[in-house]
């Protein structure tokens, strides 16, 4: 396939081929993690750029070691400490990246939209979103369709249930985006307080309760619950949350025998989902985390015409 993508921004446009050619893709960089010397020198001599505004482990870490093993040189670039902290404006901060000779910059920004304009600023370099406010999280969509569908071979015809905190979940937008391409059925659960208005329009059905959401479920995805929201009043304390919403071994039992239990991170224990379940044998959370390295690496090395020795 002659891959078009030059950036990461969102996945609206993604075509069911394409996202099957990526998670193809993504089993041969997991496979390279396997061997011995697990570095290749496919991007050498381009420069990547993290440029992450808001905290991040996993993300921030999962680009960071797919990057270097690929071989490209990489910047970590913190917003703090930096002339950002200084006043200045995205846009310079842009330029000045690309005038440093960036072939790529990875940006995490608590603004809706901010990897789009930086797309827009920068001529040459490729964009990846690592998060941008509540609107988008691509790369970490893509990493959970691969694990399910490493998993399953085939998400035609799947089910997959969405836990939580929808409405503030740049996870859960692409989530739906790419398990819909992929044929899956999604239904969202949660407090009505918590749901986007336009549930409707985004083609997902809305269960307020879990274990009825849940029936016939291959893959149960809890969202985590930000500790801020049960401060102003979304739902009434966390307790209450973990009781009507958490994952427990009971709510688990009525999805469908085996079925996959997932969660962005970091997890809050008896908040989102109880230990039992999440460090129980049908968890893939820990595999997400892998998934992570293995689908940004084949996303760099795609979008960077990267080549193989």
Not at 84 to 95: C, S
């Amino acid at each position: 396939m002659d891959w078009k993508h030059r950036h990461v921004l969102d996945l609206k446009d993604w075509t069911r081929d394409e996202i099957l050619f990526l998670l193809g893709q993504a089993k041969n960089m997991d496979d390279l993690m396997d061997r011995p010397i697990r570095k290749v020198p496919a991007l050498r001599g381009k420069l990547v750029v993290n440029l992450f505004f808001e905290a991040s482990t996993r993300t921030r870490v999962s680009f960071e070691l797919a990057e270097k093993m690929l071989s490209a040189d990489v910047v970590n670039w913190s917003a703090s400490g930096s002339s950002v902290g200084k006043g200045e404006t995205l846009r310079d901060t842009a330029w000045t990246l690309e005038a440093m000779g960036a072939d790529a910059v990875v940006i995490r920004h608590g603004s809706v939209g901010s990897a789009h304009y930086l797309s827009k600023k920068l001529h040459r370099a490729s964009v990846f979103n690592g998060g941008d406010g509540a609107y988008s999280h691509p790369t970490q969509a893509l990493l959970d369709a691969y694990t399910a569908w490493k998993h399953f071979s085939s998400l035609e015809g799947r089910k997959l249930a969405i836990i939580g905190d929808v409405l503030h979940s740049r996870v859960a937008r692409s989530d739906v985006q790419v398990f819909k391409e992929l044929g899956c059925e999604v239904v969202l659960s949660g407090p009505e307080t918590l749901m986007p208005l336009d549930v409707a329009a985004m083609g997902v059905a809305y269960e307020p309760d879990p274990r009825r959401a849940v029936k016939g479920a291959d893959m149960v995805y809890l969202l985590r619950i930000q500790r801020e929201r049960q401060e102003e009043g979304l739902f009434p304390s966390l307790d209450e949350y973990y009781l009507r919403y958490g994952a427990d071994e009971d709510l688990v039992a009525r999805a469908e025998k085996g079925a996959l239990v997932m969660h962005p991170g970091p997890i809050n224990r008896r908040v989102e989902i109880d230990s039992a379940v999440a460090d129980g044998s049908q968890s893939r959370i820990l595999q997400q985390v892998r998934s992570g390295v293995a689908v940004r690496m084949a996303l760099l090395y795609l979008c960077l015409g990267g080549v193989m020795a």
